[in-house]
């Protein structure tokens, strides 16, 4: 199980981190673009019947996208049962969802309760994810390109975490956005718009939502300018990084502090 820990040289790791965060932000690009636009896009030209496979291709990406936050993570961290423990949880994750959310045959009867479950594990692995992001965006004494890319990506990762806890709320209490939004799909999809809509300062469209939504919608804005602010902070407090590649002669497994 050697290949689960990265043992790389401070130079590598940080081509690594730059690889991992431009990854995930494509990937993040492409699974919004999807969620929001595809369906009626393909609509709207005329094809119909279209969306089994527009379900298709979002479990896909969603699945990749998740393979890509277990391999980003083992940048921050040695810890075998973290690493181990993440991989065997997102698959577990990917293969419920799947099987909730399958276009062709419905697999889980009764999927609310696995839903909970998967939104619910979603929030806490991407909060620790994100946390260990920030930790890494914030340490160093120079402004680097996989610091920038980590900035998006963090920023974006804040948006899906809390579609997922806006899916949730819908899990829990039907009705809370003040419409009828039935489970699965339909349901992230509303999560995921309401999330970016908050963070972006648009107007949601929801207007009889109930005072719990209210108030997280408040938190993430709070959340995600704080965020703003203090990542504008220390970018304009360090200086851009000169160009000359970090001393490869001696090999260690985190540039950064490591998550033990």
């Known amino acids: 199980m050697g290949f689960l820990v990265r043992h790389l040289t401070a130079a590598a790791l940080q081509r690594e981190k730059l690889k991992d965060y431009r990854n995930i932000v494509m990937i993040q690009v492409t699974v919004i673009i999807i969620l929001m636009t595809l369906e009626d ?22 699945g990749f996208y998740l393979i890509l936050l277990w ?12 690493i181990r423990g993440m991989l065997v949880w997102l698959s577990i994750l990917f ?3 799947a099987m909730g959310e399958n276009p ?5 009867p009764e999927p609310r309760p696995y839903y909970i479950f998967i939104h619910t594990s979603l929030v ?12 890494d965006i914030f340490s160093g004494n120079r402004v680097t390109n996989d610091k920038l890319w980590g900035s998006a990506c963090v920023y974006l990762m804040i948006g899906f975490a809390f579609g997922d806890i806006f899916d949730l709320l819908n ?7 003040g419409v009828d939004i039935p489970i699965g799909f339909a349901s992230y999809l509303s999560g995921v718009y309401f999330s970016y809509a908050t963070l972006g300062g648009v107007e949601t469209g929801f207007d009889n939502m109930s005072r719990l939504v209210r108030n997280v919608s408040v938190i993430e804005s709070l959340f995600g300018n704080l965020y703003l602010v203090f990542l504008i902070g220390r970018i304009l407090g360090l200086p851009m990084n000169v160009p000359q590649e ?14 033990e």
């Open 71 to 82: 391999d980003m993570m083992r940048n921050f961290t040695s810890n075998m049962l973290i």
């Open 171 to 177: 899990l829990l209490s039907p009705g809370c956005f």
């Open 41 to 62: 896009l393909l609509t709207g030209i005329g094809l119909v019947g279209i969306q089994p496979w527009i379900y298709t291709l979002f479990i896909g990406f969603a």
């Open 124 to 135: 806490v692995m991407q909060a620790f994810i994100i946390s260990l992001a920030i930790r």
């Open 104 to 108: 062709f045959k419905r697999l889980l």
């Open 95 to 97: 293969v419920l969802g």
């Open 246 to 259: 970090p001393s490869e002669k001696h090999t260690v497994q985190q540039q950064f502090i490591p998550y």
